[in-house]
């Protein structure tokens, strides 16, 4: 996954993290009906942020994949990388 993508990911689950405090203080509704829509649309951020999770999960251990292949193949010393 492209660094821009994962950059986007992390502002969106920052985002849904926000909202989901939002609900979290509000005041509880009144009627069954109303806290039945409030919690199905707390589900779906909190669905949407576990996808997020799981993408980014996945993206960081196949960069653990390919970093260990790239160690695991060169016969010699590591080497240090310059700071920019």
Do not use: F
């Not at 660094?3 to 069954?32: A, F, M, N, W």
């Not at 829509?37 to 960081?60: C, F, G, P, T």
Request: charged share 40%; no cysteine; proline share 2%.
């Amino acid at each position: 996954m492209e660094k821009t993508r994962r950059i986007e990911l992390i502002q969106r689950s920052l985002g849904l993290r926000h909202k989901l405090k939002v609900h979290e203080s509000s005041k509880l509704p009144d009627s069954h009906e109303e806290l039945a829509v409030m919690l199905i649309a707390k589900w779906e951020l909190e669905d949407e942020l576990h996808a997020i999770e799981q993408m980014l999960a996945q993206s960081r251990h196949d960069n653990v994949q390919k970093k260990r292949q790239e160690m695991e193949s060169s016969k010699g010393p590591l080497k240090k990388k310059k700071k920019v």
